[in-house]
């Protein structure tokens, strides 16, 4: 076609110039020659070889827009486009792409993708190009929804313009409103393998504007070449989510099974130390409460007591581990937590030398009042306040701090020191149970805290930076710390508080 | 006389128990399982039973429950190395009258089999 074109112009330029020169020429200065056959011929052949190229681009500039020119600049940049779109596997980054092509290089006020998405069972508009995030992130529509239906059934694009023409007014007023939510007025159904994966949506520049149809064909194709790529991107969406949530459930899994394993120790071994035990500070306490105690020596008593008090106290720590171990404490009373801090600052003090260390204890005096087990909370306090003594060493800084938080409506506990901070790298370990970088330490410090921290329902973090040491965050939200109810719970309860307070001598 | 049974697979503790009650004028029958107590307790029919959990044959949560369904006026002291809130929970509603947890002291078992003892006189 362009090629006949040319030829014709060519012809008519060298026809027009062969007569204004013949005229001037034949009638000005007489040259009958050049009316010879021969001049004529060479004449033309070396116009159309010097005007060739020109008159060639001159076509092409003039009618472009008549036989290729939008169209064919669309249909490079898309094809361009559907053959990058293949290495795309990023669901956000293809729509993101798609939509901002058809903004930027094919002119359209509005372009969005929507796609299905088969969490939510419906149809999300996940990129847009022109409209506002706030509005097409809010754009959701069910599976039975009617223009989905409609696009399900005609597979083709759809034009808001013919709406009224083949539809129902009622009908056409429903598809009418979805059109104006999309802000399009042109709908491209995207299907894959007969199912419905999406749609691409597209606003003409101005009202009066409509897209054409050799526009809406390639549109079509082009939907139909970049849908399988969606499909798999949706796919790869779908995987990544899978396995998101398979690893979390397996991160939580580790962490039970880690506990109960500790669990089963802790009950296993507390009852098979408590039985020797038993038999040792058994006899020992016959021998003490013998009726004719008159008979043993002085000595002979005080080494007695010694063994029923040293058993005693073996037994306190299984006990103390089993504690911690099991999901609930006994007690529930409201926690001291300055008292706690204070004791826990002595306790430390009386093993480890503080001279050099300055410890700035700042307990809020309006506490509200939090219940729970107090032991509990001072396993907390002398776990946080050791690891800061081991970490400042020789000297340094610890700040022990409890307040209350209005906004989270939360008990706030930090403990920070100025030791060398958390390397990077265990960071991501330092709660696991067993996790240590001290020789003699158990590793249990961080995971016992944690433990108990989550049994309040609260959270623990640490924020550490090299060489500006660590600090310890927890928060214990005070819904967590409500006094228990009245009721008959509270009866048994406290029948097991007396036992327990009874029980162990 | 006061008859005591002695529930523990641990010969050794049944031993003290003993000497440390017969002492104190308690007649004390022993038994190292939870079938052998029940059997005991149709012979010598006790006033007082000290019954630990963890043992082969029949544990004695099971023979809690067998001992208060055939004899429901004995009384049970549990006598155990475990301590979970569960399982105190759980014989509490079986009927047991005490839970005390080893190691124990024996002053404080005493003051209770004492108490348990008066409540059934009184109770006559």
């Known amino acids: 076609m362009k090629r006949i074109l040319v030829i014709l112009f060519l012809s008519l330029f060298a026809a027009l110039l062969y007569f204004t020169l013949d005229s001037l020429f034949v009638s000005a200065f007489g040259w009958k020659w050049f009316r010879t056959q021969w001049v004529q011929l060479i004449f033309m052949m070396a116009f159309a070889g010097a005007m060739f190229k020109p008159v060639d681009h001159l076509v092409f500039l003039l009618f472009k827009g008549i036989f290729f020119g939008r169209h064919d600049q669309h249909f490079v940049v898309l094809s361009k486009l559907a053959r990058e779109l293949v290495s795309v596997m990023d669901l956000q980054e293809l729509g993101n792409l798609v939509v901002n092509t058809f903004g930027e290089s094919v002119h359209v006020r509005t372009a969005s993708l929507m796609v299905f998405q088969k969490n939510d069972q419906n149809y999300q508009v996940i990129s847009a190009y022109g409209i506002h995030p706030t509005i097409y992130k809010k754009i959701q529509f069910a599976v039975d929804r009617p223009i989905i239906d409609s696009m399900r059934t005609y597979t083709m694009p759809i034009l808001r313009d013919q709406l009224r023409k083949l539809l129902p007014w009622q009908e056409a007023n429903q598809l009418t409103n979805d059109f104006e939510l999309l802000q399009a007025s042109c709908i491209i159904p995207i299907i894959c393998e007969d199912q419905l994966i999406g749609s691409l949506n597209l606003g003409a520049r101005s009202a009066s504007k409509t897209f054409r149809e050799n526009d809406l064909r390639f549109f079509h194709e082009f939907a139909s070449e970049i849908a399988p790529t969606i499909r798999n991107a949706i796919m790869v969406e779908e995987l990544r989510r899978a396995n998101e949530e398979l690893k979390q459930v397996q991160t939580e899994l580790i962490q039970t099974t880690k506990l109960s394993a500790i669990e089963q120790l802790a009950t296993g071994l507390a009852h098979e130390i408590h039985n020797p035990l038993t038999i040792i500070s058994g006899k020992a306490q016959v021998l003490l409460l013998k009726k004719d105690k008159k008979s043993y020596d002085d000595k002979v008593e005080e080494v007695l007591k010694t063994i029923v008090k040293q058993t005693k106290r073996a037994a306190d720590i299984t006990r103390k581990l089993l504690m911690f171990t099991q999901g609930r404490g006994l007690l529930h009373e409201p926690i001291p937590f300055e008292t706690i801090v204070n004791d826990t600052v002595a306790l430390v003090s009386y093993q480890t030398a503080l001279d050099d260390i300055r410890v700035a204890k700042q307990v809020d005096r309006n506490l509200p009042p939090f219940y729970g087990n107090p032991s509990a909370f001072r396993e907390i306090f002398l776990n946080l306040f050791l690891n800061a003594v081991q970490a400042v060493g020789k000297s340094g800084i610890i700040q022990i701090n409890a307040r209350y938080k209005q906004p989270e409506q939360a008990i706030e506990i930090r403990v920070s020191d100025s030791g060398p901070g958390i390397p990077e790298e265990h960071m991501s370990q330092i709660f696991n149970p067993f996790f240590t970088t001290r020789p003699e330490g158990t590793g249990l410090g961080l995971f016992v805290t944690q433990q108990i921290v989550h049994r309040y329902q609260g959270s623990i973090r640490i924020e550490s930076k090299a060489d500006e040491g660590a600090v310890v965050i927890i928060q214990l939200p005070l819904s967590a710390g409500q006094p228990m109810p009245n009721g008959k719970s509270e009866d048994v309860f406290e029948d097991n508080q007396q036992l327990g307070s009874i029980k162990q001598f | ?124």
């Open chain 2, 1 to 124: 006389m006061v008859k005591l049974l002695v529930v523990d697979d641990e010969s050794e503790i049944c031993e003290f128990l003993r000497s440390f009650f017969e002492e104190r004028d308690y007649t004390v029958h022993v038994a190292h399982s939870g079938k052998q107590a029940l059997e005991e307790l149709k012979k010598i029919n006790p006033q007082i039973v000290l019954l630990d959990i963890k043992m082969p044959d029949m544990d004695g949560v099971q023979a809690l429950k067998e001992i208060k369904l055939q004899h429901p006026r004995v009384k049970v002291i549990m006598v155990t190395a475990i301590e979970t809130r569960d399982k105190i929970e759980e014989c509490l509603r079986l009927g047991a009258d005490n839970y005390i947890t080893k190691p124990l002291s024996l002053e404080y078992l005493e003051t209770d089999v004492r108490e348990k003892i008066e409540s059934i006189s009184k109770a006559k």
